[in-house]
């Protein structure tokens, strides 16, 4: 919603409303009136930004790399079977790659050095403050992890991840907590000092 451009704002609030908007679609959230639909489908968007999305998660199970119809999916999985098995044929022309942590290791150890826990990041809600953002850009940045990973690994959407970090990524820029820039570098340091250790 604090997007400029976004028409959200008006979707949900009928006083921000857009004079050339037409929101006569929210009337598919079948409600009585258009204010009741406007908070149907505000609860819509927020389980999709912040809830979890069985339906999704079952989706990145199957594969990483599609998501579709079983021939589609399968389609696809054959592709990086054979990419992955050329890749392996001109291993002697590329530099070995570094082997990467299990992706549940990574957020282990940062909710370590956060001081939380696993069931903490998955639940709903603001209690963690900014700590959730944080372990899920440690992760991604120093871990070299994806998002759709962290997203598969606690139960969320990709969207869902990259709200956390683009929120963090804002208040670190304008600092809004005071002092949180400070904290952040410090338990960043920690974090990879962590994972280099062990």
Not at 66 to 85: N, Q, T
Not at 94 to 99: F, H, I, S, V
Request: with cysteine; hydrophobic share 40%.
């Amino acid at each position: 919603q604090r997007y400029a451009w976004s028409s959200l704002r008006g979707c949900l609030r009928a006083g921000q409303a857009e004079e050339d908007a037409s929101y006569d679609w929210l009337r598919l959230m079948n409600r009585p009136n258009l204010a009741a639909c406007r908070r149907a489908y505000e609860a819509y968007m927020r389980d999709c930004l912040g809830g979890a999305d069985e339906e999704l998660s079952s989706a990145y199970r199957r594969s990483l790399y599609a998501i579709g119809d079983d021939a589609f999916v399968k389609g696809v999985e054959d592709e990086m079977k054979g990419a992955s098995a050329d890749r392996r044929m001109r291993s002697d022309l590329a530099a070995p790659e570094k082997r990467r942590r299990e992706v549940s290791e990574l957020l282990r150890l940062a909710c370590e050095v956060l001081g939380v826990t696993m069931a903490d990041l998955k639940a709903r809600g603001r209690r963690l403050g900014f700590r959730r953002g944080m372990a899920i850009e440690l992760v991604c940045r120093a871990g070299g992890v994806t998002q759709r990973a962290v997203a598969e690994q606690l139960g969320v959407s990709e969207h869902a991840i990259c709200k956390q970090r683009q929120r963090l990524a804002s208040a670190l820029r304008t600092d809004s907590d005071s002092g949180l820039l400070g904290r952040y570098a410090a338990i960043q340091q920690q974090y990879e000092r962590l994972i280099s250790s062990v």
